[in-house]
T-cell receptor, first 119, second 111 residues
Framework: GAVVSQHPSWVICKSGTSVKIECRSL??????MFWYRQFPKQSLMLMAT?????????EQGVEKDKFLINHASLTLSTLTVTSAHPEDSSFYICSAQGTRGSRGTGELFFGEGSRLTVL | DQQVKQNSPSLSVQEGRISILNCDYTNSMFDYFLWYKKYPAEGPTFLISISSIKDKNEDGRFTVFLNKSAKHLSLHIVPSQPGDSAVYFC??????????FGTGTSLTVIP
């Protein structure tokens, strides 16, 4: 069964609105969560790394004011796409990494992804 | 340079039989591997993952095998069902870094 849950799996919004995507680790504490974006026929691009209780570290070229990431608890990280535009339409994927104490291995688990369509 | 390769663009399997999808990679630094399934006109759906500390991961009808020495990954679907017909992508990365996807294998399960 899924150990990382993403919600919503599909969202359609109007241009100019903000959209929040949640990423939850279901049965372990995730000290680190990663957010990726996938363009059609391309690889996943790492957008940012978030650690619980601290500010996210954004990859070069990713606008931190546009893609707000909050990792307020050990089981939840959120990605908010602010003032969304059609070019933000994409597939967003999160992954969560537990500590050795939680899952014993520090493995990385992926959410199922969220498809954002901005009209 | 294609770091992740899926050499079979298509595969047809009879319903109830085993489907085996293969994936090869070149970068020995890769330590996380994913399989995604994609239906036409939809985004990819995460299927199963495996880290390099394991050589097998099973989830229901889906099992992924990792052979690190051969840099080879395979996905087994048993038993195959018509609803499994889709394009399957494997992907690999080193921790926290960009994932590299293969070009996909189109699986057709014949009823």
């Amino acid at each position: 069964g899924a150990v990382v849950s993403q919600h919503p799996s599909w969202v359609i919004c109007k241009s100019g609105t903000s959209v929040k995507i949640e990423c939850r680790s279901l049965d372990f504490q995730a000290t680190t969560m990663f957010w990726y974006r996938q363009f059609p026929k391309q690889s996943l691009m790492l957008m940012a790394t978030s650690n619980e209780g601290s500010k996210a570290t954004y990859e070069q070229g990713v606008e931190k004011d546009k893609f707000l990431i909050n990792h307020a608890s050990l089981t939840l990280s959120t990605l908010t796409v602010t003032s969304a535009h059609p070019e933000d339409s994409s597939f967003y994927i999160c992954s969560a990494q537990g500590t050795r104490g939680s899952r014993g291995t520090g493995e990385l688990f992926f959410g199922e992804g969220s498809r954002l369509t901005v009209l | 340079d294609q770091q992740v390769k899926q050499n079979s663009p298509s595969l047809s399997v009879q319903e109830g039989r085993i489907s085996i999808l293969n994936c090869d990679y070149t970068n020995s630094m890769f330590d996380y591997f994913l399989w995604y399934k994609k239906y036409p006109a939809e985004g990819p759906t995460f299927l199963i993952s495996i880290s390099s500390i394991k050589d097998k991961n099973e989830d229901g009808r889906f099992t992924v095998f990792l052979n690190k020495s051969a840099k080879h990954l395979s996905l087994h679907i048993v038993p195959s069902q018509p609803g499994d017909s889709a394009v399957y992508f494997c992907a690999a990365s080193s921790t926290g870094n960009q994932f590299y996807f293969g070009t996909g294998t189109s699986l057709t399960v014949i009823p």
